[in-house]
């Protein structure tokens, strides 16, 4: 089997090869392809890779380019974890969103919508070169914002589509570890889209524990020492009875937050360069070949146990219960059928089937159908390549929720990015 890597020089990607080295025997792995547009980048992050897989005595051959035929052909597997204008564009959505007052984080908000007008067309045109070179292959897509870009894909690209979030599964294992059990012990009832999802129950060998869990966090009297899902207050996450995902802070705490990220010395895609100056600084040391204790502070914990999890599901078709971004099919009440939601799913051969789940209660509903709408429209504003459905998508989005401010910041994005059919008026 071939699995390709579309971004493979990203900094991210001796942890997923770890996930290749550990599994490679079981999925028959032959080939893994990384595939990045940056030369000089790829050829020391691969040449890394291929010191880790000798190392390791893997059976898979590691090869690197930067054509995108290369690395598609054969393929069985497609991975995308692509970041159109690197951490510069990063470090350019944040400060815009903080100049008007806004949350400007890469998937949420201003950020996201920013991110997403950039990276949906890259996507689009991968997924048009997969319908001729692999057209069998699954596009696995770590690539953010994960859930909106996987809807972009599933409704105008590539049918074998499915996201992929580390977040879910690091909820599982850390829950698991706070319980003192074994991860596989543990079932998350997660419902919502990525970057906005609750954990409505824990199922410890099938009991629900999620309560007197809440309870037991909330009465230990030790604010410092809770999880950052849980930095709310304690009458609140009682009235609310769930586990929010942690980028629900931005909605529930919003003016909290955009305090926080201006205090803040330096913005997390000028930390997320520091780091990567480090890393990279490692991976050209041709002694090396052990990923280095730095690459924890990059981001992204167990993706590479998420990414090898829905391989692995898919490739010896196993029917096990994940959590990734799939479209809703009516799984989701209130949502349109083809909504991507980020839900339990059952993944074999066939890919992955959202599982029903129970109707969505006032308190989380509302939120989730708005931010579902604001993604419909930006996703209408990347494939038509429409001035008029980027300013209506911002200006519905709640963490901006202002229609002279959402042309403003239209325009802003044109400027920063150098959207030039973002400038233009439609006839």
Known sequence: MKIAV???GSTY?????????REGEALGLAEVFLMDVDPARLATVAGFCQRMARSAGARFAVRFGGERAE?????????????VGGQ????????LGLRH?????????????????????????LSEEMAVRCPDAWLINFTNPSGLVTEALLRHGHPRTIGLCNIPITLQIEIAARLGVE?????????????????????????????????????AGRPANLPEELAFPPEFLRALGMVPNSYLRYYYATQRAVEELRAAPRDRAQEVMEIERELMAHYADPAQHQPPPALSRRGGAHYSTAALRLVRAIHLDSGDRQVVNVRSNGAVPGLDPASVVEVGCRVDREGARALQVDPLPPEIRGLLQHVKAYEELTIEAAVRRSRRHAILALAAHPLVADAALAVRL??????????DWLKREET
């Open 6 to 8: 579309i971004g493979g």
């Open 13 to 21: 990607t001796p942890e997923l090869l770890g996930g290749f080295i």
């Open 71 to 83: 690395a598609l052909d054969g393929a069985a597997f497609v991975l995308t974890q692509i970041r």
């Open 88 to 95: 510069e564009g990063r470090h350019r959505d944040i400060q």
């Open 101 to 125: 007052g806004l949350v400007g984080q890469e998937t949420t908000g201003v950020g996201g919508c920013a991110k997403a007008l950039r990276t949906i067309p890259v996507l689009l045109g």
């Open 183 to 219: 991860p596989e012990r543990v079932q998350l009832d997660y419902v919502g889209l990525n970057h906005l999802g609750w954990v409505r129950r824990v199922l410890l060998d099938g009991q629900d524990v999620l309560p007197g869990m809440i309870e037991h966090l909330l009465g």
């Open 410 to 419: 239209t325009d802003e994005i044109a400027e920063a990015h150098s959207l």
